[in-house]
DNA sequence: GTGAAAGCGCTAACAA
DNA sequence: TTGTTAGCGCTTTCAC
C-alpha cells in the first residue's frame, strides 16, 4: 500500500513558481478564463502547460467553486423515502440522474434517508452548498422543509407534482385510464384498488384517475389505503376469499412491487392468477433478472423522468426558466397477470 | 414556482452583523470551535445563535472545507465498468456505500463511468479535491490511472484485490471450493466453467480455485472465456448440444447474471435446467422481485464490503492504516437449478 | 471575552 | 503581455 495522504497537493502557487510567473498568470496560462487567448505570451502559455504536467497539478475545484460559486455538484434527495437502490424505481432513477449529469459534465452527489437528523440538519446538508441544485422526490414534507422551496437553492421534482417547483412526472392519469380499459376488455367488473395512504401526487392521481375510468366504465371499485405495499390486510383477504360473484376479480396496484406483492399472496391463498384475481401494476421498469410473472403493468419512462429533471435544473441554474410541470407519456405493458 | 437562486446566500458575516460583534466572534459562538465554551460570553453565543436562527443562516461547507481540507464527501468510482444501479451487484455496492456514509456523516459523490473522457480528466475529476477519500472498483486500469494509487488521495478497493491500496473482498476461493463440492455431490463430473475475459484478480481467483478443486474431486473442467456474459458463444452451444456422455453436466458462471443468461439460452436449446444441465452462479444479491428461478449460487455479501470499504477509508482520512486486505466469507445458497 | 490579521487556492478587475 | 490587489466565506493564531 502507498503512502496515502501524505504528500500535499500541488497547487496553482507551486506551478507559477517554477514557471517563473506569477499565481494569475499561471492560472490565465491554464485556459480557463475568458480572453486568455491573447493575456499571455505563447511561450509562457506552453512553459506553464509543461510545468503544470510535471508536477501533476490539477486544480482545486474547492477554491474555483468558492469562487465561481458553483460546484457543478448536482444532489439528488429522495425525501424521508430510503434511496435503496435494489428498489427498481430508485435504480431506474439513479441511472437516469447519472446519465444526464455526466452528459451535462456534472458531479452526482447522493443524499440518502435521514430518518434520525433533523429537518435542520437536512436543511444544513442540502443548503451547505456543495451542491449547485437539487433533484428531489416531492413527498408530503414536514413544515421545517417547506423552507426548501422558497430557498436560493434550485431544485426540480420527480414523479410527484409540487406546486411550488418545477417537476418531471409520468401520465399517471393516462396510465390508469389505460388500466380501466384494459381490465373492462378482459371483462372485469369489481375491481380493488390498492393504493398508499401517504398523499403524494402521483398517487392521489392514479387513484382518481382509475376511479373516474372505471366508473365511465361501469365498473365499482373497492379502494383499500394502506401503509404496507407488502401485506393484504385482514380486509382485503376476506374480499378476495369471498363467495365468487362478490369478489372481486382484479387488484390494481398503485405500483409493481405492490402488484408483485399481491400475487405471491394471492397464490398463497390458492388464488390463480389471472384466472381467479388479474393483477395489474404502475411502473413498469424491466427486471434485469428473468421474473417469475410478467405482470401487466403501466410502463413509465423513470429514467428518462431523471434525466429531464437534470436538465431542467441545469436551465435554471443557468438563469433560464424550467416549465412548471413536465408531463411524460406511459404506455400499458400487458403481461401474463391480468 | 419560487423566486429561484435569486436571494444571496446569508453569510457568516451577515450573522455577526446583525448581532453586533466581530465575524469571528459569531463563528466561535456556532459552536464548531474547540475550546469555544470558553471563548464567548454565554450572553453573545445566545444572541448570535439567535441571528443565526432568524436568519436562516447555514455554514458555506466549500469554505469550511477549503480551509479545513475536508469536505466529508466520499467518492465512488466504478472504473471503466458503467455503474448500472439496476445491476443487483451495483444496486448492493451502492446501499453499502450510503448506510455507511450515513453512519459516519459522509456524503457519497458518484463518478460514472467515464468512457468518452481522458484518463487526465479522471484524473482529475477525482483529485480535484471534491472528495476526501475514494472506494473503487479496481479493474485492469490504463497505465495513466496507476497514477491514481500513488496519489495523495486515500484509496480502498472493493471487489477486486489490488496491492497498492487496502481492498475489501469476499472470499472468492472459499465460495469457487464450495460449489466443487457440492456438484461433485450431485454427482457432476463434466463441468463447464464461464469465465470473464477481463483479468480481474476476483475472476481470476474464482477461476482458479473452482479448478483446483475440481481437480481434487476428479472432475473434468473445460474453461470458457469471453467478454459477454449474456450470449453463450458457438463452441459453449456446441459443447452443451453434445452427445450425453460427452457434453457438461454443469455450467459454473463467474456471476448471478452470466449464470440466467445461460439457463435462459439452455432452455432455449430445449435443455432442462437443472435435469440435462445445473447451473450456478456467483454473487447471490437477493432480487427484490420474485425470479422465475431460484439461482444455485455462492452468496457474497456485497453491502457489508461497501461498508467496510468506507470504514477502512476513514480510517485511512484519520491517519490510521487500513489491513491491505479484507476478506468478508461467501455462503453457497443451493436453488433450483443445480 | 473580543477583535485584528493571516491564509486556505483560486480568479476577476485593475494597473503597469 | 504581465503583475498587483482584492475577495469568495470561513477558521485558527495571536494580540488586546
Known sequence: MSIQGKKPRVTLQ???????????????????????????????????LEVAHNLSYTPNVLAQALHNRRTHIVGYYAGYETLNASHPFAAAILNGLQRSCRRHQQDLLLFGSFERDSDADIYAALLGGKIDGLVMLPTPLSPALDKLY?????????????????????????????????????????????????????????????????????????????????????????????????????????????AHAVIAQCEALGLQVPADVAVVGFDGVP???????????????????????????????????????TVLPVTLHVGDTA
Chains 1, 2 share one sequence.
Open 150 to 258: 422558497t430557498s436560493p437553492l434550485p431544485i426540480v421534482g420527480i414523479a410527484n407534482a409540487h406546486p411550488a417547483i418545477p417537476c418531471v412526472v409520468v401520465d399517471d392519469a393516462d396510465g390508469s385510464r389505460q388500466i380501466a380499459a384494459h381490465l373492462v376488455r378482459r371483462g372485469h367488473r369489481r375491481i380493488l384498488y390498492r393504493t398508499h395512504r401517504e398523499r403524494r401526487t402521483s398517487v392521489q392521481r392514479r387513484l382518481e384517475a382509475f376511479c373516474a375510468a372505471a366508473g365511465d366504465h361501469a365498473m365499482t371499485v373497492a379502494v383499500s389505503q394502506t401503509d404496507d405495499d407488502h401485506r393484504l390486510t385482514e380486509a382485503e383477504i376476506e374480499m378476495l376469499t369471498a363467495a365468487r360473484d362478490r369478489r372481486p376479480t382484479a387488484v390494481v396496484c398503485w405500483m409493481d412491487l405492490c
Open 287 to 325: 427486471p434485469v433478472l428473468p421474473p417469475a410473472r410478467t405482470l401487466t403493468t403501466v410502463s413509465a419512462p423513470w429514467t428518462e423522468v431523471a434525466m429531464a429533471a437534470v436538465d431542467h435544473l441545469l436551465a435554471l441554474l443557468r438563469g433560464d426558466k424550467a416549465p412548471p410541470e
Open 14 to 48: 507551486d506551478v507559477a513558481d517554477v514557471a517563473g510567473v506569477n499565481r494569475v498568470t499561471a492560472s490565465v496560462a491554464l485556459g480557463r478564463s475568458p480572453r486568455g487567448g491573447t493575456r499571455v505570451s505563447e511561450a509562457t502559455r506552453r512553459r506553464v
